[in-house]
């Protein structure tokens, strides 16, 4: 190892300098290249040239076109160039999905050499390895797009670990991706300036987000704060572990994490061979993705099988653990309570209390009549209950809770698709893993289980100390409101019959105050002892 500090990596990608003008046309070049390569590629063999003036027409002509670009943009991820020149190359990538892309995508990346990762570590440390490790695999264990991770042992313990694996972002792949960005956002501002097409499809804005997704792909520190938030989320749960963030050795450009021996949840002969038992494994999959998305509302975005894997020590043999925290999803509560609800809906068959859900949330116009609204959502769902309970798949059922307002020219929010996605990849792990699992029972059980969660006495205390900030605001006001609406009385009033009310009402009001402070009193005591209690 080498034995002085070396100079720290540089900063963010958004400081990145403009790259010099042959730069600039060099990668216009190639992005122009591979992107009509692309395009022809994806033509119909016996139509090509039809094909690409049909779809320049509809595009130009396509009022919808700009939103439907920022919808899938941000699906494309930041390897977008990457997959393009992929394709023009391996063509038989088109008929897999985008993560199976970037998987042999990911696999295609050369990760640096011994001494160079050593050199890259001591560098996004500021400091010399042999100060923090007592022993560092320079080969790493992992490679991705930009990316690879090390094993070490800590020189002292960090929170009782010794062991952990160190996730690292390759410097110059990060210089050339900045330089990728940097020309995108400069070819969309003269695309604006030049054409008002380009200014009606806001393609700054579309290059703005495709480079936000980018950098949150590989924003370390975010990737650590959305580890440790999950990990706050399943604590002390038997079902799943995950990783301690060591924090002092995290960076711009490291993510260190406590190691866990684990197997991809797809290794069959591993977990067979470690005793592993699949039946209940596939059972807390299932469970954990579903409470991670719809009770928490924090939840993998691109979850695959890539990202679940089996922890195989000795102390947590056959627990769930979840990795590559970088892309992650939020739903808000409103979108959270609809998807538990309406999912409950649609296991009980009520389809006009889920019509009645979809026109409360906004996913369909306010002049669309429900009982049309109910026969297609009654139209679709019912196939799905006539095989066997354990044939069922909630993940396509719930596709249905989410797209059956398309004919009304609805729509969900995007996220909630993102969760039925992640929600149907584990179901089809879970399925890999053991094909007896009965994934349809295990979700709406889930489910109905949040559902009851949301509706008993601990909903209500949820929903009242989300209101407690509000009514601490507006309590104090009552007394001097109801003086004042006492005073606007008593200035109307004419004869002492009315003063005389007025006096009365003025002590009745006294009185009604002073009983409803009391009762806050009371209640905010209740709420604070059954909170104690709930937590014990």
């Known amino acids: 190892m080498s034995g002085r500090p070396l100079p720290i990596l540089p900063g963010p990608l958004t400081e990145l300098p403009m790259p010099p003008l042959f730069r600039r046309l060099l990668l216009l070049f190639h992005a122009l290249r591979y992107g009509a390569r692309l395009i022809w590629l994806a033509a119909p063999p016996g139509h090509k040239l039809r094909w690409v003036i049909e779809l320049i027409g509809r595009v130009h002509a396509s009022e919808s076109s700009g939103q439907s670009l920022h919808a899938v943009l941000p699906m494309l991820g930041p390897l977008a160039s990457r997959f393009a020149q992929t394709l023009a190359t391996r063509p038989e990538l088109a008929t897999g999905t985008l993560h199976d892309a970037i998987d042999a995508i990911d696999h295609l990346e050369t990760p640096l050499p011994p001494h160079e990762s050593e050199q890259a570590l001591a560098r996004a440390f500021g400091r010399p390895l042999a100060t923090?490790?007592?022993?560092?695999?320079?080969?790493?264990?992992?490679?991705?797009?930009?990316?690879?991770?090390?094993?070490?042992?800590?020189?002292?313990?960090?929170?009782?670990?010794?062991?952990?694996?160190?996730?690292?972002v390759r410097a110059d792949q990060l210089q050339q991706i900045g330089d990728e960005l940097a020309l995108l956002r400069w070819v969309a501002r003269w695309l604006e300036k030049l054409s008002r097409t380009a200014r009606r499809l806001q393609v700054r804005a579309l290059a703005q987000t495709f480079t936000d997704d980018i950098l949150r792909r590989f924003d370390l520190r975010a990737e650590a704060a959305n580890l440790s938030q999950t990990g706050h989320?399943?604590?002390?749960?038997?079902?799943?572990?995950?990783?301690?963030?060591?924090?002092?050795?995290?960076?711009?450009?490291?993510?260190?994490?406590?190691?866990?021996?684990?197997?991809?949840?797809?290794?069959?002969?591993?977990?067979?061979?470690?005793?592993?038992?699949?039946?209940?494994?596939?059972?807390?999959?299932?469970?954990?993705?579903?409470?991670?998305?719809?009770?928490?509302?924090?939840?993998?975005?691109?979850?695959?099988?890539?990202?679940?894997?089996?922890?195989?020590?000795?102390?947590?043999?056959?627990?769930?653990?979840?990795?590559?925290?970088?892309?992650?999803?939020?739903?808000?509560?409103?979108?959270?309570?609809?998807?538990?609800?309406?999912?409950?809906?649609?296991?009980?068959?009520?389809?006009?209390?889920?019509?009645?859900?979809?026109?409360?949330?906004?996913?369909?116009?306010?002049?669309?009549?429900?009982?049309?609204?109910?026969?297609?959502?009654?139209?679709?769902?019912?196939?799905?209950?006539?095989?066997?309970?354990?044939?069922?798949?909630?993940?396509?059922?719930?596709?249905?809770?989410?797209?059956?307002?398309?004919?009304?020219?609805?729509?969900?929010?995007?996220?909630?698709?993102?969760?039925?996605?992640?929600?149907?990849?584990?179901?089809?792990?879970?399925?890999?893993?053991h094909p007896g699992v009965d994934t349809w029972t295990i979700t709406r059980d889930v489910l109905a289980d949040i559902a009851r969660r949301d509706t008993d006495h601990r909903g209500w205390i949820r929903h009242i100390s989300r209101e407690l900030p509000h009514l601490a605001q507006m309590l104090p006001r009552v007394p001097h409101l109801a003086v004042r609406y006492l005073q606007h009385e008593h200035e109307r009033a004419r004869t002492p019959q009315q003063n005389a009310r007025l006096i009365a009402e003025i002590g009745r009001e006294y009185r009604r105050t002073r009983a409803l402070l009391w009762a806050c009193v009371l209640c905010g005591g209740a709420l604070g002892a059954g909170t104690i209690l709930l937590m014990w």
């Open 132 to 168: 923090l490790f007592s022993a560092v695999d320079l080969v790493p264990v992992g490679s991705g797009f930009a990316e690879q991770t090390h094993f070490a042992r800590l020189l002292s313990p960090i929170k009782g670990h010794h062991e952990v694996a160190i996730k690292l």
């Open 233 to 433: 989320h399943f604590d002390g749960d038997a079902r799943i572990v995950v990783p301690a963030v060591i924090w002092d050795l995290c960076t711009n450009h490291t993510l260190t994490m406590q190691r866990i021996s684990t197997l991809p949840a797809s290794d069959l002969p591993g977990l067979h061979a470690h005793h592993v038992k699949l039946a209940p494994l596939a059972a807390h999959i299932v469970e954990v993705v579903t409470e991670q998305a719809f009770e928490h509302g924090f939840f993998h975005a691109t979850l695959d099988g890539r990202r679940v894997r089996v922890s195989i020590e000795p102390d947590t043999l056959g627990r769930v653990v979840l990795a590559e925290f970088s892309i992650m999803s939020t739903l808000s509560t409103g979108e959270r309570e609809f998807f538990v609800h309406g999912a409950t809906a649609l296991f009980d068959q009520d389809y006009g209390r889920l019509a009645e859900l979809h026109r409360d949330a906004g996913h369909v116009p306010h002049d669309t009549r429900a009982e049309m609204l109910e026969a297609e959502l009654r139209i679709g769902a019912e196939a799905h209950f006539a095989p066997a309970a354990q044939d069922r798949s909630a993940g396509s059922l719930f596709h249905h809770l989410l797209h059956a307002v398309q004919p009304f020219e609805g729509a969900v929010p995007g996220n909630l698709a993102t969760a039925q996605r992640s929600l149907q990849q584990a179901e089809m792990l879970a399925r890999a893993l």
